[in-house]
């Protein structure tokens, strides 16, 4: 089974926009392999279970073997390949559990919440982690614009955080955070990510909700 794991607040900026705290390790959650949708799905259905849905463009990597890596520089070996994603939110669900310190699972979990790119090969000479840029636009209007180079946790500190709990596995998909501009979709909204690394991959967003 794929195992999917997120790294939350991991951008200065949009920690920031949401008035949360700069964390002193990496926040990880993970979300169910449910939760994924294919590049080529077409439509991201609107989630039964909230109101305010919001993007969250990402660099997720691919682990490629199973392992613990011993420091940050071993860990960069354990990287079998590199996509973009959307780690998909329901904010004001989030918003309701946080406030009751509750987990975030019904937020961040809920089926097709992870659309993901395709993944590329991770290619040491040609791919420099810490210089990737990627953004996302809705409708045509550029939404989020970041690059791995502003960071808080790079990539192989991620990947030293989450196998201190888990054990690294072939497959494991790991979202690294976004940048600031998170915003709401909307039903029959159209958005593209894009990365000029890692391609580039649009969805529209379905109904889904239940007749009011
Ligand atoms: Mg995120």
């Known amino acids: 089974m794929a195992r ?41 259905p609107f989630p039964r279970g909230g109101r305010v849905l919001h ?9 490629g073997k ?7 520089a071993d860990a960069v070996g354990y990287i079998g390949g590199l996509a ?14 946080i406030a009751k310190s509750l987990p975030w699972e019904k937020c961040k979990g809920f089926d097709h919440s992870a659309p993901l790119g395709t993944v590329h090969p991770f290619d040491p000479a040609a791919m420099h982690l810490d210089d990737i840029s990627f953004s996302c636009s809705v409708n045509g209007k550029l939404r989020q614009d970041g690059n791995t180079s502003r960071m808080i946790f790079p990539i192989p ?41 890692l391609g580039c991959f649009r969805w529209k967003i379905g109904a889904g909700k239940d007749p009011q």
């Open 4 to 44: 999917i794991f997120c790294v939350g607040r991991n951008y200065h900026a949009h920690i920031k926009e949401l008035s949360n705290d700069i964390p002193d390790c990496p926040v990880i959650f993970s979300k169910p392999d449910s939760a994924l949708v294919a590049p080529d799905a077409g439509e991201i």
């Open 55 to 63: 993007h969250e463009v990402e660099v997720v990597v691919v682990v």
């Open 66 to 72: 199973d392992g613990i890596p011993r420091d940050a």
């Open 84 to 97: 973009i994603g959307l780690d998909l939110t329901l904010r004001d669900v989030q918003n309701d559990l």
């Open 157 to 197: 500190e991620i990947l030293m955080e989450i196998s201190k709990y888990w054990k690294l596995r072939q497959g494991d998909m790991i979202f690294t955070g976004t940048p600031e501009g998170i915003g709401a979709l909307e039903p029959g909204d159209t958005i593209k990510i894009q990365s000029p690394l």
